[in-house]
Structure formats: C-alpha cells, structure tokens
C-alpha cells in the first residue's frame, strides 16, 4: 500500500482531451515523465498509482495517455487531481542537504545534552507518517527518535555524525 510520505507531488491532471482517453496534465519544474514508473492519484483517500502508456507535449503542459484510461469519461473521473511522484523517483527537496534519510543509516547519532556514548544510527523507520530514527547505542539498547526537521542541530557530512536536540523525556521513552 502506498502511503504519503512514500509521495512527493509533481503537478495537477486538468481535463480529458479528445475522445481516447488522454488527459491535459502539468508536471513541476524538472519533473521527466519518461523517468517516471507511474503517477499516483489520492481516490477517495487512497493512493493509487497509474502507469503512464504515453505522453506528449501540449503548449506549456502534456498530454498523458494513462494505462487503463480508455475513453473521454474515464479521463473525466480524472479531471483535476494532484499528480503525486514516488519520493525516490523524483527526489524530495525537503531532505536535509540533498539526501535522503535513508543516507543517514551508519551515521553516528548524538542527542544533544543526554548520554548516549557510540550512538550509531542503525535504520531509519518510514512505514509510517511518523518518521523514526532507530538508534542504536555503545550499551546494546535499541533507541527510537521521532524525526523532527526542526529537532536537527547540526549535520556533518564529513564525520557522519547527526546533532539533535531531543527534548527532555524522549530518550528515556525508550526504557
């Protein structure tokens, strides 16, 4: 199942054009449809993705002709949706520096004012909207941070190492 932090949005579907099912669409800056694997649209609160048979370019815009989509009603239903990319198809510009978190897996890990000697950053948890940082520790425990963009103090490609300031009681949720 796709969920949204799996999804970046990439553009907007407009409405069908002609009679076969193509649909006018618009993609952000930089965004190749030839790179993409499939779009994906929320119906009815569900993400689901849409493999893309062929496109073509239309004024500013395209022109996409969507496996399945097949006639102009089928494109209607379309009409008007956010077009969402997969993260790591299209990249996301909200990373910190350019990576991605999974990049962060081997770094070492220092929660700022607690006492965590060898922290390393053992995974990273996305498989859910509340992104976690899995930390393990010199003393064999296995640590839980909540990734919170704002908590980053520091981020040091050179020594690999990832600052935070954790507030109070967040490590100790752990024992």
Known sequence: MITSSQLTSIGQLHKPHGIKGEIAATLDDGIDPDALRCIVLDIDGIYVPFFIGSWRAKGSGLLLKLDGIDDENAAAELANHEIFGLTDEVGD????????????????????????????????????????????????????VPY?????????????TLHMSVPDGIIDLND
Do not use: H, K, Q
């Not at 950053?121 to 498989?127: C, G, K, L, P, V």
């Not at 919170?148 to 690999?160: F, G, H």
């Open 93 to 144: 510009d909200d990373e910190p520096d350019g990576m991605y978190l999974s990049d962060l897996t081997g770094w070492n890990f220092i929660a700022d004012g607690s006492d965590m000697p060898g922290a390393v950053i053992a995974d990273i948890d996305d498989s859910t909207d509340n992104i976690l940082i899995v930390v393990d520790t010199a003393d064999g425990r296995r640590v839980l």
């Open 148 to 160: 919170v963009e704002d908590w980053i103090t520091e981020l040091d490609p050179d020594s690999r």
